[in-house]
């Protein structure tokens, strides 16, 4: 499974980037306003630090729109995933990008009938919104396992990207189904590495070590 960080926020980029974690980094309107900057300067700042596929969100609606900014968001970098909302216009703008050899992440899927329209328009990445799907009451990994499952029977090379995550459980429930990627907030990210038995027995590791009073040297 490939983890992508969810956040347009350089410092949580560049700790994780170093410990290796982040094979890639989505970003949304949202998580740029967020950031404070602008969207330009932000997302090559994001290119100058990730080496993987970096999704850049369009904010037009109409598919002139999509693609001229697609156009601006493109030249930012080589590895810029173009992200289009999954509407019509979204999946024409996916259609003609991915004709130029561009990468597409259609984004705000919460179907897997929205996933199968993306696949067939040729998306590198379809990113259903988990978490956000759960807030309704409703399963949101039900939906990924749907699309894995759609994926697999017509061999589409669109990768699975579980997006809204929002729990390592999450994180545990997309790996188990075969989601190709995960995009995690930094927090989530971080927290997958934690468990109380780990501390627990390295504290008492050390206690035992302490009392032979040797040293490696
Ligand atoms: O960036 C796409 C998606 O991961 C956003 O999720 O629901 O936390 O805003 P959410």
Redesign the pocket.
Known sequence: MKFFV?TADLKEIEELNDLGLVDGV???P??IMKSGGKILDVTKQICDIVKGPVSAEVTATDYDGMMKQAKVLAGIAENIAIKVPLTMDGLKACRALRAQGRMVNV?LCFSATQALLAAKAGATFI?P?V??VDDMADDGMEIVSEIRTIYDNYDFKTEILA????TVNHVKQAALIGADVA?V?AKILKALYQHPLTDKGLESFLADWKKTGQTIA
């Open positions: 969810d989505t970003t949304n949202s998580l984004t990113s919104f978490g956000r997006a809204s995550i929002r995009t907030p």
